[in-house]
């Protein structure tokens, strides 16, 4: 069976710093990876991916994540925080090997960026 | 593009009143699906489809019915509500293929007293 955590429910940081927002997966064959953003009051919105190829992925509003396979983590990352950023995200994740084929989504971490 | 549209975007229902929420999409997608969100436990999903015609279960279906007659539609069906099922839904479509990503409609908060 695939699963996500999401090991943090609230994430705090300062406008201008570095944010992480941290996933690890489980699966049994290969992930496909996924983050999306919810802001209060709308449904979720994609940012980004893991398919194949370069372990670094770049996606909307400037967010980028690292796949790492070794540590079956795949943690949401922002140069500089913004106040705009606060939301829920969510990572997500599908095993393309395995017979259900259904994305499972983590528990959401709750980013507050403080001014 | 309308996108995901949902219907309604609040309703309250009392235990054992039936209702459906609408879903519609306009980007020929052939994937769709309903999720429930709850505090701390993130989306759940609850029926899917992957064409007119062909629906299955997911992780949390009973006390649902989906049918899928077109692409664009894909109805959830409370047959008898209870409280249990106040919760957040969600309607997502998407190209079908493990790759692509979902796109999601705002949703319909709903609550069964």
């Known amino acids: 069976a695939q699963s996500v955590a999401q090991p943090e429910d609230q994430v705090n940081v300062a406008e201008g710093n570095p944010l992480t927002v941290k996933c690890t997966y489980s699966v049994s064959g290969n992930p496909y990876l996924f983050w999306y953003v919810q802001y209060p009051n709308r449904g979720l919105q994609f940012l980004l991916k893991?398919?194949?190829?370069?372990?670094l992925v770049k996606g909307s509003y400037g967010f980028e994540a690292e796949f790492n396979k070794s540590q079956t983590s795949f943690h949401l990352k922002k140069p500089s925080a913004l106040v705009s950023d606060s939301a829920l995200y969510f990572c997500a994740v599908r095993d393309i090997s395995g017979s259900a084929r259904q994305l499972t989504f983590g528990s959401g971490t709750q980013l507050t960026v403080l001014p | 593009n309308a996108g995901v549209t949902q219907t309604p975007k609040f309703q309250v229902l009392k235990t054992g009143q039936s209702m459906t929420l609408q879903c519609a999409q306009d980007?020929?997608?052939?994937?769709m699906s309903w999720y429930r969100q709850d505090p701390g436990m993130g989306l759940r999903l609850i029926h899917y489809?992957?064409?007119?015609?062909?629906?299955d279960q997911g992780e949390v279906p009973n006390g649902y019915n989906v049918s899928r007659s077109t692409t664009e539609d894909f109805p959830l069906r409370l047959l008898s509500a209870a409280p249990s099922q106040t919760s957040v839904y969600f309607c997502a479509s998407s190209y079908w293929g493990e790759a692509y990503e979902q796109y999601f409609g705002p949703g319909t908060r709903l609550t069964v007293t």
């Open positions: 893991y398919i194949t190829g370069d372990n």
């Open positions: 980007m020929n997608h052939e994937y």
């Open positions: 489809s992957v064409g007119a015609g062909i629906t």
